[in-house]
């Protein structure tokens, strides 16, 4: 077995060390948790917060968040991004799935559709999510942005060329990988360079048309509420 010279991790970096004095980077989101090693990550909570004042903005109230079983991490981030809006943030506005990827979108959707009420935004914990969610709401009959609005996660490369482009939050990856490397070959090259270092990158929101004023609020071309545009489905 050959040791390794230097370790990338991808995930949460709480509760490991380099007890091993192998130098480890970890790619994470930031958060004030305390860690002995390397991370480089988004800022990942100023971004949702930065998400919900969007949506606050454009009227919405009632958001709920569309979670799978591996990003429970970012469920407590969004109810924090909720309350330092000023919007109620309770344990019901997150619908979690077994599934992943689309058919988690999906999924956590159909949940939403079998309630009484429909939130009049959901944010979606990648985008992958928010492709599955789009496509329940469009079974329904309804319309992204004049009947639900919808946020992803990760800016992936599709997001912009779907027929309703995608508001998401991009978490920068190319960026954090560069970032990344560089420590960990500074580390492995330099074994005396021991300084534990937190590098955060900041997510952008990219504005697309998912997103627009809640229903009942007039916007560009008229009024939209969702009761019409359920009767028209």
């Known amino acids: 077995f ?4 230097g370790v990338i991790l991808i995930g949460a970096a709480r509760g490991i060390s380099n007890r091993n004095r192998i130098p480890c980077v970890a790619l994470t989101s930031i958060q004030k948790e305390r860690c002995e090693i390397d991370r480089v990550g988004i800022t990942l909570q100023e971004a949702l917060n930065t998400a919900v004042a969007h949506l606050r903005e454009l009227g919405h109230r009632d958001i709920c968040f569309l979670s799978e079983k591996l990003t429970d991490a970012k ?3 969004f109810l924090a991004a909720l309350d330092s809006n000023g919007l109620p943030a309770r ?3 997150i619908v979690t799935s077994e ?3 689309e058919n988690a979108g999906y999924d956590a959707m159909e949940e939403l559709f079998r309630r009484r009420e429909l939130p009049t935004a959901v944010v979606a914990a ?9 496509y329940s709401i469009r079974s329904h009959g309804l319309k992204v942005p004049q009947d639900i609005s919808v946020v ?14 995608l508001t998401s939050i991009q978490t920068h990856v190319e960026e954090m990988c560069t970032i990344a490397l560089e420590l960990l070959w500074k580390k492995i090259n330099n074994p005396y360079f021991t300084v534990r270092q937190t590098v955060a990158v900041a997510g952008d929101l990219v504005i697309r048309q998912s997103t627009g004023p809640a229903p009942g609020i007039p916007r560009q071309g008229g009024p939209a509420a969702f009761g019409q545009a359920a009767a028209k489905g």
């Open 2 to 5: 050959q040791k390794a010279d």
């Open 75 to 77: 469920e407590a981030m």
């Open 91 to 93: 344990p019901e506005q």
């Open 99 to 101: 599934k992943r990827f």
């Open 126 to 134: 990648y985008d992958y999510m928010a492709l599955g969610a789009l």
């Open 152 to 165: 992803g996660m990760d800016d992936i490369s599709v997001s912009s060329f779907l027929d309703v482009g």
